[in-house]
């Protein structure tokens, strides 16, 4: 028995409303620009970088409805290896915060929110630092969490915090620049 055009038409219709509402999920920054390059403020110092190291501004708008706290990332996604290189990872972001301010791993994230150690080791932000004459791309990623807190701890690693990230996200608004040396 064939469904009525109606019916269709309305089925298709929910199954892309959840779409819809997630493509309104966005980022923005002052700092960090879509295709553009890093300014030296948000690059490494260290490991031969000379930047200093700051974390950018992130500002985010329209998460996805039933967010109960947000996670942030910026991951390396031209470094050598399948995993890519995590440089900041925090989580338990409360579902009321829409921004974290410039320099913000440095003692400026609200209260409940966690940073967990990155690829360099420490938890925290690490700013880009490519080898010599490569050109890398650095994921800015704010994800909407359907719970309030992951149970993990700040030592845990990028890749069991991104496997956690990624098992309860309702969505996810990215920004993704550039760095060469």
């Known amino acids: 028995m064939e469904m009525p055009h109606c019916l269709v038409l309305s089925s298709l219709l929910l199954a892309l409303a959840p ?5 309104d999920f966005v980022v923005e ?18 490991a031969g ?9 992130l500002d985010w708008k329209n998460p ?14 031209d470094a050598p290896g399948d995993a890519g290189f995590w440089h900041w990872l ?8 829409y921004l974290l301010d410039h320099g913000a791993s440095n003692g400026g994230l609200p209260a409940g929110a966690l940073q967990i150690r990155n690829d360099y080791g420490r938890a925290g932000y690490g700013g880009p630092c490519p080898p010599p004459g490569q050109l890398h791309r650095y994921e800015f990623t704010v994800w909407a969490l359907k719970t309030d807190k992951l149970k993990i701890e700040t030592s845990a ?19 993704t620049a550039k760095y060469e040396r």
């Not at 920054?29 to 260290?46: I, T």
């Open 19 to 23: 779409l819809a509402h997630a493509a």
């Open 29 to 46: 920054s002052p700092d960090v620009r879509e295709g553009e390059v890093l300014a030296p403020a948000f690059v490494l110092k260290g």
């Open 49 to 57: 970088c000379n930047g200093s190291n700051t974390s950018p501004r």
């Open 64 to 77: 996805p409805a039933g967010t109960r706290s947000f996670a942030v990332t910026v991951h390396d996604l």
């Open 90 to 97: 925090v989580v338990n972001i409360p579902a009321k915060t």
């Open 157 to 175: 690693g990028g890749a069991l915090a991104g496997f956690m990230i990624k098992q309860n996200a309702l969505g996810q608004a990215k920004l």
